[in-house]
């Protein structure tokens, strides 16, 4: 009877040490590898040389994985490929959520280098002439804001009704100036810029192609709609490494890079609500 017992106590004393290995095991055994894409260039930069050693801190094996365009990087994260990006805009992201039946979310604004107006030929945006040719980006959102920085600096008319947000080449009332506008895939403008009189390149283009924002003959002023985001699947909000993710960007740390690295850069509103708690 005694044997019995003690056996009853090894098999109920066994049982506890496997459950609690098991609560261990859902307390710690939360998702460790973060994979993140990212256009080359800035957005990929402030990942590899700041939020990644950030986030290893805190026990994350961080993979960046680069793109070269806007199109892959939001294919990839939909189908589990990536676990978050940083590369687009709330505007693009929700127009391509549209398009392809996505459910990709924002998490937060990220330091955004903004679409600068570049020039081989000319030393200022007033030697515009009459049929220059002036390449901007093809894709709806980014050919809007080029549109939009064209409106204001005299060469072309917007549609009055128009959405500016919206803009496209249709709404283009008047070409004043009888402008050669076209539309390139963004990451080709660089490429570009000496077939163009101006181009309108994306910040993190111009940026991995070597071109300084400092060198722009005009910068855009970019609103909060415009801000790049980290994007992660709406099925992740809760989940631990996306807190973490956050809290990376939010960092004491990660203000300090953009302050030493990114100049010329949109800094997001919650930098200001950070450096207030110093």
Request: proline content about 5%.
């Amino acid at each position: 009877m005694v044997v019995k017992k003690v056996f009853i106590r090894i098999i109920l004393l066994t049982g506890m040490v496997v459950l609690a290995a098991c609560g261990s095991n859902s307390a710690s055994g939360s998702k460790k590898e973060i994979k993140i894409g990212a256009t080359a260039g800035p957005y990929s930069d402030q990942v590899t040389n700041s939020i990644k050693p950030i986030l290893e801190k805190e026990g994350y094996d961080v993979k960046v994985i680069e793109f070269s365009d806007y199109v892959q990087p939001n294919k990839a994260l939909h189908e589990g490929d990536l676990d978050a990006n940083v590369f687009q805009n709330v505007l693009y992201m929700e127009k391509f959520n549209e398009e392809h039946d996505m459910d990709l979310v924002n998490l937060l604004s990220v330091p955004t280098a903004p679409i600068g107006v570049y020039s081989e030929q000319h030393k200022d945006l007033s030697d515009i002439q009459k049929g220059a040719k002036v390449t901007l980006p093809n894709d709806p959102v980014n050919m809007a804001r080029a549109l939009i920085m064209m409106d204001e600096y005299g060469w072309i008319a917007l549609d009055g009704d128009v959405d500016p947000s919206k803009a496209s080449e249709k709404d283009v009332a008047e070409n004043k100036l009888d402008l050669n506008i076209a539309p390139l895939e963004a990451a080709q403008l660089p490429r570009s810029l000496g077939d163009s009189d101006f181009a309108f390149i994306n910040g993190n283009f111009a940026l991995a192609s070597g071109i300084e924002l400092e060198s722009a003959l005009g910068l855009e002023e970019t609103p909060i709609q415009y801000m790049n985001q980290v994007v992660i699947n709406s099925k992740d909000k809760k989940e631990p490494f996306v807190k973490a993710l956050e809290d990376a960007y939010k960092s004491k740390e990660f203000i300090q890079y953009t302050d030493e690295n990114l100049a010329g850069f949109v800094r997001p509103e919650y930098f200001a609500e950070i450096e207030v708690k110093k």
